[in-house]
């Protein structure tokens, strides 16, 4: 697990929200969203139509390496989007611990595909196909927060 370099400041939010001021003690970390992502079952992937309508859609995936992987056949709403438009955002099932991804998104380098695959295995007691397309989603910037203490650990990451 490597730790991607990373600056830790506040959301921009309307003042109504309440937050204010530097991230505190309740700042929450980017390990505490690495938690969040290994431990979750379905990733929420939202891509672009090249007309910019959105849409979103629940896979399943593996954090491995800094990354979400998950498939999509190339038919597929999200892989076509993808192909137009290489960006996503991706959002966890929890509303109350909140992890949300704005990132790239390319198809998986063959290199990479076995120790995936394996993950994968692991995790879902499936094995996608070596033929299937994967992809690697790597986030450039995340937010948090967990709802019962919103004002306090509502925390922006951004990478590079």
Do not use: C
């Amino acid at each position: 697990m490597t730790d991607r370099a990373h600056r830790i400041d506040r959301p921009h939010m309307p003042e109504s929200y309440g937050i204010t001021g530097a991230p505190g003690a309740a700042a929450l970390t980017w390990q505490w969203a690495r938690e969040q992502l290994v431990a979750s079952r379905n990733y929420w992937i939202a891509t672009a139509r090249d007309d910019g309508r959105a849409h979103a859609t629940p896979v399943w995936g593996v954090w491995h390496d800094d990354a979400i992987w998950f498939g999509a056949d190339a038919r597929s709403v999200k892989a076509r989007n993808l192909a137009a438009i290489p960006y996503a955002v991706v959002h966890l099932e929890s509303g109350d611990d909140v992890v949300i991804l704005e990132g790239r998104v390319a198809r998986a380098h063959p290199r990479a595909m076995s120790d995936v695959l394996d993950a994968y295995e692991a995790k879902y007691g499936l094995r996608p196909s070596e033929s299937d397309p994967l992809y690697r989603f790597v986030a450039d910037r995340a937010l948090l927060w967990r709802e019962a203490d919103f004002v306090n650990s509502a925390t922006r990451i951004t990478f590079g």
